[in-house]
């Protein structure tokens, strides 16, 4: 992975008590985890090496406490997983579209200076888009741990708009990587609290990216 998103205004509210040196090593390690799309290795000295921050092993630990969870894969960070799991999905989808002879084509050429002369070509053909189709409750139940109050939970999930449905998925998916914490709520109120926003926000504690 060559590109990964970097909200500066986020990283730097999370980030302005690190030091100099702190700075460096948590930067230097995402690059590792972006590139490699895996967990960062556990093995310390080889981490350390791999970002080149031998002699500033304090501060490089300091991040890995501070910022990244480790787990039996190696040291993860939700929002990290998150990108790569959006990533993977769409290199996932060119790489379909690629053996198809490329992504489909439109249906209509919409003339943005005329908007009114794009009506006259219809055909009364619905357009065609490239979007991930919205996620069903059946795929976010299939994820969800906890399998108690599904009726109520379909009610609320029944009330999202399209992209908290997403959102919702894609926080299952990463939530619970590795092991499981203590307190998993019915998927009721997993869905009317929008835990998922409450992930976001601690992803943003984890840097901000």
Known sequence: MNYYKFHIGDYHKSTLHLTAMEDLAYRRLLDLYY???SPLPLDFDSLVRLIRMKGFETETQQILSGFFKRTKKGWIQKRVELELKSYAVKACSARENGKK??????????????????????????????????????????????????AEAEKKWGKLSPEEKQQAFDDCQ???????????????????????????????????I
């Open 35 to 37: 590139d490699r799309e």
């Open 101 to 150: 002879g490329g992504r489909p084509k439109k249906t209509q050429s919409v003339i943005l200076a005329y908007p009114n002369e794009s009506q006259k070509n219809l055909n009364h053909k619905p357009l065609t888009n490239n979007q991930e189709p919205i996620k069903t409750f059946a795929q976010f139940w299939e994820v969800y741990p906890r399998k108690k109050g599904k």
């Open 174 to 208: 990463t939530r619970y990587i590795d092991e499981q914490p203590t307190y998993i709520p019915y998927g009721s109120t997993y869905l009317n609290k929008k835990f998922w926003e409450d992930a976001d926000t601690e992803s943003y504690g984890e840097g901000g």
